[in-house]
């Protein structure tokens, strides 16, 4: 069996290509691992078409995306050519030359947008109306109904909408790994105990990437019985504050550390709260998230200080 994974230089591919090497321990496995920087550009529609006829995958994990919000929202042309067409080129190729081959598709939560208002505190189902709020949630809204569609004319597709997820390896573009850098600064540079935060009242469901990435790698190596259609929501089901997770990162600095509101970092917040059920995937997949956010959040804070501490 083959996989082609796209994106596999970005922090979610590090872990899909982890976690594949160590399925390929146990079964026959071979890793096509594709990205920009190696020269992979699924804008170009010939390129695209001739890569996968060459590779011929059993699957593919489709990851590559402008995946950053504020990235999407600063160029939006390049988020609508990356997150729509270039899915549509991949698509489109998969379908003509590996016809047979599982098509793993990585949308997002933030496709659901203003839906989550009118679900209040409940945790938001598969079926909620695609209403999304910025540039990113737009762009990956629109693949996703492509993908569910294309699934109909005979693309083997599986749909995931993850939710914010983190872990080990993520930039600081992100809000816990942007915590614990600074955290991480102030116990291995010695850096003023003093945070600088932006908005902390908004409630967000969080995994752990390591989670996550399960899941991807599960149907794309033939869990669950495939039929056209086929969505699911990987989430926790709980929505945690931002303070609660940044309380928590400071608690496990085991020092104090003062929290300080920056108004350079303040936006407003348009959504209160956002959570997922979890039930479809659960039932399809087996799947469940694992890991404790405490875990996450003590390994994410390990990893900063490992890397500030290589560069001192």
């Known amino acids: ?64 995306a402008i995946a950053a919000p504020r990235q999407a929202h600063a160029d939006p042309r390049r988020a609508w050519d990356v997150n729509l067409t270039g899915t549509m080129n991949l698509a489109e190729a998969v379908m003509r030359h590996a016809p047979q081959a599982r098509f793993i598709h990585v949308g997002s939560s933030e496709a659901y947008g203003a839906s989550f208002a009118a679900c209040a505190e409940r945790p938001i189902t598969e079926d909620a109306a ?12 629109a693949a996703d109904m492509m993908i569910g569609q294309m699934s109909h004319d ?6 995931f909408r993850p939710f914010n997820h983190t872990g080990p390896g993520q930039a ?26 932006g908005n902390l009242d908004g409630k967000r469901d969080f995994l752990d990437v390591r989670d996550v990435v399960r899941a991807y790698v599960d149907a794309a190596l033939g869990a669950g019985e495939w039929r056209p259609g086929l969505v699911f929501n990987l989430s926790t089901g709980t929505p945690r504050s931002i303070r609660s997770l940044l309380d928590a990162l400071i608690a496990a600095a085991g ?19 956002a959570a997922g059920a979890n039930e479809a995937v659960g039932v399809h997949l087996g799947w469940r998230p694992r890991i404790d956010i405490a875990t996450t959040l003590r390994d994410v804070l390990e990893d900063w200080k490992m890397r500030l501490a290589d560069r001192k």
Not at 154 to 159: D, H, Q, T, V
Not at 183 to 194: R, Y
């Open 255 to 273: 020092r104090p550390i003062a929290i300080e509101l920056d108004p350079d970092r303040m936006r407003p917040n348009d959504l209160p709260s």
């Open 154 to 159: 005979g693309l083997r597709a599986i749909r």
């Open 1 to 64: 069996m083959s996989v082609l994974v796209t994106g596999a230089s970005g922090f979610v591919g590090a872990h899909v290509r982890a976690l594949l090497a160590e399925r390929a321990k146990t079964s026959p496995l071979v890793v096509h691992a594709a990205s920009s920087e190696g020269g992979f550009d699924l804008t170009d529609r010939q390129a695209t078409a001739w890569a996968v006829a060459e590779l011929k995958p059993s699957a593919v994990i489709h990851l590559a």
């Open 172 to 197: 600081d573009a992100f809000v816990v790994p942007a915590f614990a850098r600074q955290i991480a600064d102030i116990v291995v540079n010695g850096a003023e105990p003093v945070i600088r935060v």
């Open 130 to 141: 695609l209403n999304p709020v910025n540039t990113y949630g737009a762009t990956k809204a």
